[in-house]
């Protein structure tokens, strides 16, 4: 019996921690979508960002240790990219049905309330910036529950990759040690 047949499959565990950083994916979403409306859902914000990486480390050195610490850095990596894969896959569903259909005009209003946000700054730069959302929103250019939820899952996948890189690389220059 070879090594590979002793490990875990790396697409199968990835998916099964995506769903747990999932979930922290759509409490990060929420809570921006929320602090239009309730302010102290804002503070969830930061605290659930910084838990990202925490919570990847976490998996990705579990993953180590059972494989006996054996986990070469493609396979760390590539189990990270599962986890935001599936996991910002969740956060994007709920992105859409959020957008879609409960409060499909909050993408509008966070234009809004960002160009009157820039339309108080003093500068040249930010008048201009201002009068180009104004702009956007009058002329309906906003982007579309889809398009957002689109985005979402391409940033979180791109981003949790980078991260999982970094990640992968820390804990297997721990086995140097």
Same mark, same amino acid.
């Given at each position: 019996?070879?090594?590979?047949?002793?490990?875990?499959?790396?697409?199968?565990?990835?998916?099964?921690?995506?769903?747990?950083?999932?979930?922290?994916?759509?409490?990060?979403? !929420?809570?921006?979508?929320?602090?239009?409306?309730?302010?102290? /859902?804002?503070? $969830?914000?930061?605290?659930?960002?910084?838990?990202?990486?925490?919570?990847?480390?976490?998996?990705?050195?579990?993953?180590?240790?059972? &494989?006996?610490?054996?986990?070469?850095?493609?396979?760390?990596?590539?189990?990270?990219?599962?986890?935001?894969?599936?996991?910002?896959?969740?956060?994007? $569903?709920?992105?859409?049905?959020?957008?879609?259909?409960?409060?499909?005009?909050?993408?509008? &209003?966070?234009?809004?309330?960002?160009? &009157?946000?820039?339309? +108080?700054?003093?500068? /040249? +730069? !930010?008048?201009?910036?201002? #009068?180009?959302?104004?702009?956007?929103?009058?002329?309906?250019?906003?982007?579309? /529950?889809? &398009?957002? !939820?689109? /985005?979402?899952?391409?940033?979180?996948?791109?981003?949790?990759?980078?991260?999982?890189?970094?990640?992968? $690389?820390?804990?297997?220059?721990? #086995? #140097?040690?």
């Amino acid at each position: 019996m070879g090594y590979e047949a002793e490990t875990y499959n790396v697409y199968r565990r990835g998916a099964s921690d995506g769903a747990l950083m999932g979930l922290v994916l759509c409490g990060i979403f !929420a809570s921006w979508a929320l602090s239009m409306r309730i302010a102290v /859902a804002s503070v $969830a914000f930061p605290v659930l960002c910084l838990a990202v990486p925490v919570l990847l480390y976490m998996m990705l050195r579990r993953a180590y240790r059972a &494989d006996g610490c054996r986990s070469t850095f493609a396979m760390l990596w590539m189990h990270g990219i599962c986890i935001f894969f599936f996991g910002t896959l969740l956060m994007a $569903a709920l992105a859409l049905a959020w957008l879609r259909w409960f409060e499909p005009s909050l993408v509008r &209003d966070s234009l809004l309330q960002a160009a &009157d946000v820039y339309a +108080q700054l003093p500068s /040249a +730069q !930010a008048q201009s910036m201002a #009068k180009a959302v104004h702009t956007i929103v009058e002329q309906n250019m906003v982007p579309r /529950a889809i &398009d957002i !939820a689109l /985005a979402l899952l391409w940033a979180g996948v791109f981003s949790g990759s980078i991260l999982s890189i970094i990640v992968a $690389a820390v804990i297997r220059a721990g #086995k #140097k040690r």
